[in-house]
């Protein structure tokens, strides 16, 4: 059956296409059943993944299950599906910041869900699940102006932080790239510990991570298993800055304050901005240059942009 999942998930441009446009990266033609991956994961409780949305436009993501280092339960994976269609439905939204309760990111997957979930079959399932959660997570734009509508419905524009407090190991390595930045604090740490556990990343981590640092870089990470600290990371270009406070409350702060500089301004227009970037990376250039388009057929001339114009001939501050 493994084998089977395994054969029909690669994705062809119809597949690419289609999860584009809004519709799940795997479904039922791959051999992907959701609704039973649900029920599966509905067995393992324990933690939770809260979601506070302030009135600036910033949401604070948490993960929630301390006592396990914030380690993804079932429950806290079905959760976290259920906040990304919240945040999609929050248009109030310029900004998202990612962190862990308790001073400490996350640890990936919770070890009683591992052990039970054994079998290759469970495996290719879960990686489904997590895959689709995590690229909806990231997804900006649609492929084709001719389905384009802004904003469109299962679309996520806002600018997103991981706030790595502590360490962000396996899974939770993985979890940081599906973000636009990394900020770490002095003392924590991000590690893809896969090999060690004689599987490779399965949340989309290793693609993204190719992405943001290079192959080279990227199977050195991988294959050696690289404790990552602020400095290193900062350095190969996995992290974006290194704050200044190791406190949790302290460093949550200095990290809104980071995000709020690009997030200031109305809703609509950073939240264009965040998709016409993404545009340029996900789509193709004649599909890009039509999103881009469209996306300033719904600005200009609009509210912010008559605003700045009675205030200034040009910006030139």
Known sequence: MAASLLKTSSLSLKTKLLHQIGFPLYNSSHGFHEENVKKKLQQFAGGSIDLQKEDCGIGILTLNNPDKRNAFSGVMMLQLLERVIELENWKEG???????????????????????????????????FMQNTLTRFMRAVTSSSHFWTFPE???????????????????????????????????????????????????????????????????????????????????????????????????????????????????????ALKTVVSSGKELALEEALETERDVLSTLWGGPANLEAIAKRKKFYK
């Open 153 to 271: 419905k299962n679309m996520l524009p806002l600018i997103s932080v991981a706030l790595v407090q502590g360490r962000a190991m396996g899974g939770g390595a993985e979890f940081t790239t599906a973000c636009d930045f990394r900020l770490m604090t002095p003392s924590s740490e991000i590690r893809f510990v896969h090999k060690e556990m004689g599987i490779t990343p399965s949340w989309g981590g290793a693609a993204r991570l190719t992405e943001i640092i290079g192959s080279r870089q990227a199977l050195k990470v991988l294959s050696g298993a690289l404790k990552l600290d602020p400095t290193i990371a900062l350095e190969i270009g996995i992290a974006d800055e290194i704050l200044q406070s190791s406190d949790e409350g302290q460093s949550l702060e200095e990290a809104r304050k980071w995000l709020q500089q690009f997030i200031s301004g109305p809703s609509e227009v950073i939240r």
């Open 94 to 128: 310029k900004g998202l910041i990612v962190c862990g309760a308790k001073n400490t990111f996350c640890s990936g997957s919770d070890l009683n869900a591992v052990k039970a979930l054994g079998t290759s079959q469970d495996g290719v399932e879960l990686c489904m």
